[in-house]
């Protein structure tokens, strides 16, 4: 089965999202946050690699932009808290 062009995506933008998650931090203190190293960094923010499962749960608990925003751009980005019972 062939993927259709729709669902590849954009790291560019993946990694311009992220980009502006980390603000006026370095790319060497945001990687260490991350648990990555900073070259790693840096390929994720330029689009060359896609950010691991890991990476984007990290993202998501930090700063609490859902996994859709980071991914896709979704215009609300907030992460859904659930109600524990």
Do not use: C, N, Y
């Amino acid at each position: 089965m062939r993927k259709s062009k729709d669902e590849k995506p954009d790291l560019d933008q993946i990694g311009r999202r992220i980009r502006s998650l980390r603000g006026e931090l370095l790319q060497e203190d945001f990687a260490h946050d991350l648990g990555i190293s900073q070259g790693q960094l840096s390929k994720i923010e330029s689009g060359k690699l896609p950010p691991t499962v890991e990476i984007l749960i990290r993202l998501t608990k930090r700063f609490r932009k859902s996994a859709d925003w980071i991914l896709l751009g979704d215009k609300q980005g907030f992460s859904v808290q659930r109600e524990e019972k």
